[in-house]
């Protein structure tokens, strides 16, 4: 079932990503819930995508917690 806003998004992700990050997810998401629609797992496939998705422009700090990456020259 594709996100209307951020609020709907799995209680794990709101918990673990900030805002911009969740935004990114729910937007990844929907996406890829529209692409692969015909596909059994789709669901499964959209999270895998969400979370590929938010890891291009964050990453998990040394103490667990998710960041934005520093953009490299």
């Known amino acids: 079932m594709p996100y209307n806003k951020?609020?709907?998004?799995?209680?794990k992700v709101q918990h673990v990503l900030p805002k911009h990050a969740q935004e990114i997810y729910k937007e990844a998401f929907n996406h890829a819930y529209d692409?692969?629609?015909n596909r059994v797992d789709?669901?499964?496939?959209?999270?895998?995508?969400a979370w590929t998705a938010?890891?291009?422009?964050?990453e998990?700090?040394?103490?667990?917690?998710w960041i934005k990456k520093k953009q490299s020259k």
Request: glycine share 4%; aromatic share 8%.
């Open 35 to 37: 692409q692969y629609q």
């Open 6 to 11: 951020i609020s709907d998004l799995p209680e």
């Open 54 to 58: 938010v890891k291009t422009k964050y």
């Open 60 to 65: 998990k700090s040394k103490e667990g917690k």
């Open 42 to 49: 789709h669901e499964a496939v959209s999270h895998q995508v």
